[in-house]
């Protein structure tokens, strides 16, 4: 009787410990090969022809020379430039974007200004810049009518392949996207992982291509409300810094000498959209003039211009806005209104006597008025001044946080 075999021996062929090695070795010089040719992956150049040439505004100076060649040579119509906030030297540059700078770097190098458009995301926008950008070059095509079905897009150096997929992406198929990558001169393109400014720009973008090909996914409507909301904040800081910038400076600033010493900003709420409020115009048919009272004995005369009605939370409120007689006189002033109001934040948040709005006469018998724009009369940081107090008619018994806060107790 035949034993029963369970296991059976069998020859098989295996890798040597010199075959493991060289195999090891190879895939290693490959990679190698790969990591080292990184940078020259990232920074592709695949220009089309077009006659619109879209540049990204933080190139530095250096190749604004080789892309205004390429501008001429190339045949192109005009230049895009899509910018985003610089957030550094805006106090003495007075440039708030990139685009913005740019743009008057290009004119005072020659290029004609009538040739250069810009578009900017606002400073609130922290993620998916680049996606950003492109939205608003789509946005601005459909608005201007350009009907462009080829674009080219000039970046800078390893950028330029995240760049072109994004932008491509955005667009979809009706426009062909072209790149072309800029010089980078901060680090050795060849030997890029030799100097950590290299390192870490190729390892970031090479990341950030990843994550763009693997995990972002667009929403074009949110990101429209997003930078619509953006602009809004934006507007109202520029506004105040501009503000900031005008105290500080002792010719023209209404602080005392000693508030100068230590003056960094004024104090504000936080911008809020529900205090941008739609309003209804209803004119005063007779228009009474009478004397305002201020501060000290003076006694301007204003006329009762008409009466604004509007909502804040579903709640009914009624201001009066004013006309200066003697700046009605005055060319340039003809029709400025002045809105002053107290609330339920004056003499705690706000200033005690209340807080002004002035702005121009509308066309029609609505308008908007503009909370976050609210400013504190002069008296609010020096008693030498005199100023107009709100006539008790506008006294709203709600809390309005919004606009200049209190800067001092006095």
Known sequence: MSKIQLLKRRNRLGLSWFSRIAIVLIIFILLMLGFKNLNTYLSVNNPIPSNLLVVEGFLPDYTLQNMMTEFYDGGYDKILITGKPIGQGYYLSGYNTSSDLMRSTLIEMGLDSSLIHVVSIPETVYRDRTYSTALLMKQWLDTTH??????????????????????????????????????DRSYDPEKWWKTSKGFRTVINESLAYLYARLFFRSDDEQALKELSEGYFIDEINHHRNEKNIAFSKANNSPMTEEQLKTFVHLNYYPPQKKYKVKALL?????????????????????????????????????????????????????????????????????????????????????????????????????????????????????????????????
């Open 146 to 183: 350009a009907n462009q079905k080829r674009v080219n897009v000039y970046t800078l150096g390893c950028h330029a392949r995240r760049t072109k997929y994004l932008f491509q992406h955005t667009v979809g198929e009706s426009i062909q996207i072209g790149i072309i990558a800029g010089e």
């Open 282 to 410: 209803v004119k005063d048919s007779i228009q009474t003039e009478f004397k305002m009272k201020t501060s000290t004995d003076r006694l301007p005369i204003y006329r009762n211009y008409g009466k604004l009605h509007f909502k804040i939370d579903s709640v009914d409120y009624v201001l009066t806005a004013y006309q200066n007689v003697k700046f009605s006189t005055i060319e340039g002033y003809e029709d400025y209104l002045f809105l002053p109001y107290r609330d339920l934040t004056c003499g705690e948040e706000s200033y005690g006597a209340g807080r002004y709005i002035v702005f121009r006469m509308p066309k029609g018998n609505s308008l908007y008025i503009y909370f976050n724009f609210a400013y504190n009369p002069l008296c609010a940081y020096n008693h030498k001044y005199s100023c107009p107090i709100p006539p008790a008619e506008n006294t709203l018994f709600v809390e309005i946080r919004a606009g200049e806060k209190i800067y001092e107790k006095h």
